[in-house]
């Protein structure tokens, strides 16, 4: 875990929210299903302008903010966009952990979640993104965002956005706990993410010089069905073939219309 140096970027908005409606749950609720011919396709633009108008007063999930990792301002807040998707935009400090080798003097050999082997993930093969540990607060429901509650796990599939760009990523790390005293990391912090998530977003990704300080927006999908199964060598691959799907899926169930 690693915070970084680097500039931020500015988004826009666009559709209406439709959190409670059945259509929202159906339609968020099936990754594996294939997108019929007939179903309209979303692109990245107008599924993140909907995600940044849903992100309103109302739909924040979290009463006290967050921290952002590299500026350390208390700016980051967590919106429910959808039914069971949960979105925040923060920096991307570069996380190198994990079992592929780096010369980050901060380098650890683990992350807190697995591939399907057992085997840590590889910061260089895996895109991840990182939450917090714990409830710093040690309250229940907890006042920043915490991800256990909220039907989130290990591998979890979230949407990366940034200036154009979206990948696929899965929750691979977390921030420091209560009990760990020795990093400058919080876990009411948001906004890091692994070396392979910042070279797919074309953002500087040395643990030690990289990152980004804003503009990154992650869209997680809660769920036993978003998440992501396999070893670090197909992680990647993996979560990139689900990307259009959970465009497609998002984009429908918060009311969209398709461009195409």
């Not at 154009?164 to 009411?188: E, F, H």
Request: charged share 15%; aromatic share 6%.
């Amino acid at each position: 875990m690693r915070l970084t140096v680097a500039a931020a970027a500015a988004l826009a908005l666009v559709v209406p929210l439709a959190v409670n409606s059945a259509a929202a749950t159906a339609s968020t609720a099936a990754p594996a299903a294939a997108t019929s011919s007939a179903a309209p396709a979303y692109t990245a633009d107008e599924v993140l302008a909907g995600v940044q108008r849903n992100s309103t007063a109302e739909n924040q999930v979290n009463t006290a903010p967050h921290i952002n990792t590299m500026t350390r301002e208390q700016n980051v807040n967590v919106y429910q966009v959808a039914s069971g998707v949960y979105a925040y935009s923060s920096s991307l400090a570069v996380d190198t952990d994990g079992s592929d080798p780096d010369s980050d003097p901060d380098h650890q050999g683990s992350t807190t979640f697995q591939d399907s082997n057992g085997e840590s993930l590889g910061a260089h093969r895996v895109p991840y993104y990182v939450q917090g540990a714990d409830c710093w607060d040690q309250q229940s429901p907890c006042p920043h965002f915490f991800y256990q509650e909220h039907g989130i796990q290990g591998r979890q599939f979230a949407l990366m956005f940034y200036q154009g760009k979206v990948i696929g990523a899965i929750l691979g790390d977390t921030q420091t706990a209560n009990s760990q005293t020795t990093s400058d990391n919080d876990s009411r912090e948001l906004g890091e993410a692994s070396v392979k998530a910042a070279d797919l977003l074309d953002i500087p990704s040395s643990g030690t010089s990289g990152g980004v300080a804003g503009g990154v927006t992650v869209v997680i999908f809660s769920g036993d069905e978003w998440v992501v199964n396999g070893s670090n060598d197909d992680l990647n691959d993996t979560a990139q073939a689900m990307v259009q799907k959970a465009l497609d899926s998002l984009g429908a169930s918060m009311g969209g219309s398709s461009s195409r």
